[in-house]
Structure formats: C-alpha cells, structure tokens
C-alpha cells in the first residue's frame, strides 16, 4: 500500500489509524465524518480487526473504552453533534486513564447547524467539553497528508500517555483530495502501550509516582483491575474521604501531561522570526493565511504565521515568545473568535490583537487576510 496516492481527509484518517495498528472501531453515521467509519467497515475486518455499528454515539464511544480496556487500539468518529453527546463518556475515558482516539470532523454548529459545510466552532469543546480538570491532547492537521501522519501520532500519544486523544478535521478537510506518500512500515514509528510485568499481587493498575505512566493490563490478562469514574488510588479504588489521595490523583492526571510538553507538542511557524504582524492560525484555515503572508512579503510587510498543530496543550511558550516580538497579533478562525480568546492571553496593552473571523460555511480566503494585514500596517 505504500507509496503516493489520492485521498481524501477521511480516507487519510482511516489509513492512518490502520498504520497505527488500530484494530476496533465503533460508530454512528453522521455527515461529514461518515466515510471513516464505512472504510473502517471495509478493512478492519480483512486484517483481523472488528467494526461495530452502534446505535449512537453515546454508544460508539462507550464501545471504544470498553474495547481498549480489553486490548484494542480503538478509535470513533463523528461530528459536532455526536461530540457533544460523547463528552461525558469521554470524560470517564480521561479519569479511568484509558487510551483511545477520537476523530471529530467539524461542520457548522450550534446544534445541528449546517451538516455538509467547515467550521471551526468545536475548538473549546474540545478542550473544555468534560466537566472537571482533566487532560487533553488535540490535534489539528491542515492537509490530507497530516491527516494521515496527525492521526498516527494521536494513536501514539494515547498509547504512550494513557489518555483519549482527538483529531479535529473539517468538512472540507474530510472530503478534498490531494497527494499523500504512504509509507512503508518500516519508515513508522509505532508506540504501544505498557504492559505489566510483575506478579499480578503486585499490580497497580494507576501508579502515578513522579506522574510515570502505569503499566496497563488488559482484561482476561489474569491482572486485578478496578475500573471506574470516580477519583481513585493507584489501586482504582474511590478515595471519596481522603483529600491528600484525590489532590495526588487529579494532579497526576494533569501532571501527565504538563511534565512532557516536549513530546507532545507540536507547531509550524511560518516567516514568523522577524514578523512585527504575527497571525495565529490552526487547520486548514492556515494555508490561506500562508498565501496571504507571501502576498504581503512581497509588498514589504513583516508578517509570519504560528499554527499549532497540537492545539491543546497549546504550545504557549513558543508562541509567547513570538508574541512578544508583534506589534500586532492576529487570529484566524472560522468561528466567532475561540483562538482570539486564547491569544488575548499573551498580548500585553501596547499591542494590537486584531480577529480575523468568517463564520458562515466557507473558508476564510487568502484575499480576506491580506485585507485584514494591510488594515493593521
């Protein structure tokens, strides 16, 4: 299979997951996410793997936790909607620490909003959607080929973290096509999680000394293991009357990944080393922005591009750095002003953060930003 070949976003996805070595995928139909789960349907079964119709996405990913504690590399897919309605089997995902991958393509919300259009509406969902403090690692490509290679990654920083993992594509992501070197195995690296090794006496199936990730057994391993959503020991157990235990354990949780930013961060900067005009941008709304910048260099103007490809944790520290060189932030989004919000963060009362936002089922076109640069030279 390896070598260059035609894609979509979708079509990435699932190949990608594939490579990784996911092998259970559980899901409910919903556009524009739809086409994951029928070429999962379609090739799981012939290298072995499983594919569940589920009758909701409340399902889908309670079917995928459930498939990872015995073992699996699962993942689901979806939309806007149906990510919603997974938040809180999500969140159980995320405080049982159980490793899983979830593809979320975005369309127009709120609500059922427009089906077959892109947006960008669920980046804070996807970072705030579970209630309580909890980790989340999300990843934004902004191509086909990314598609691929981002959802291989997010399968390895799941495994390696012991955490749920999402993907946010969109609609027009999902379903362009473009080129994308598929790579012989060889060339991959693959992670795997932890198994446990000592006697199964011995068996802490959440060990959180110094935030080091446990080792996890998989059910019918012969390895005592307590699964529940409630804040536990290392041993699994509720510690409902011991506050020492639950502060130790919900730290762990963040801790885990604060500790490693360095692993799981990742980010493009783009002619940003000089740039007085710096545009904050994420998904495949950055690429306009990249054709905007070349059209405003030519002209003179200092401008540059930060685009996180691992949006949550967002990779602060590199882009404070780069902000505090701006005389002008601004943000690029195809939502009302989610990353405005996060980039107010780090713009300080002599620089100017100016949103550049479109909202209404198209992509932001590089004409657009360059007006919106030249308005701030």
Known sequence: MQGDRILTGNEACTLGALAAGMNFFAGYPITPATEIAELSSELLPKRGGTYMQMEDELASIAAVIGASTAGAKAMTATSGPGFSLMQENLSYGMIAEIPCVLIDVMRQGPCQGVATVPAQGDFMQSR??????????????????????????????????????????????????????????????IVNRKKPT??????????????????????????RWFVSGIVHD?????????PEAIRDSLDHLLGKLRDHLADIESYEEYRAEDAEILILSAGLVSRSAKSAIDRARARGVRVGLFRPVTLWPFPEARFSALCAR????????????????????????????????????????????FDAILEVC
């Open 128 to 189: 705030w959607g579970t209630h309580g403090d909890h980790p989340v690692i999300v990843l934004v490509p902004n191509s086909v080929s990314e598609a691929y290679t981002e959802t291989i990654r997010a399968f390895n920083l799941s495994e390696a973290y012991r955490t749920p993992v999402i993907v946010l594509s969109d609609a027009t992501l999902a379903h362009m096509s473009e080129k994308v070197r598929i790579p012989d195995v060889s060339e991959l690296t």
């Open 198 to 223: 000592c006697d199964p006496k011995d068996y802490l199936p959440f060990s959180n000394e110094n935030h080091q990730i446990a080792p996890m057994a998989s059910f019918g391993d012969g390895y």
């Open 234 to 242: 290392d041993t699994g157990f509720p510690v409902t009357n011991r």
């Open 326 to 369: 701006a005389k002008t932030v601004m943000t690029v989004e195809m939502n009302g002003g989610q990353l405005a919000e996060v980039a107010a963060k780090y713009v300080d009362r002599d620089q100017t953060l100016r949103p550049v936002t479109q909202n209404d089922g198209t992509i932001i076109r590089a004409e657009t930003i």
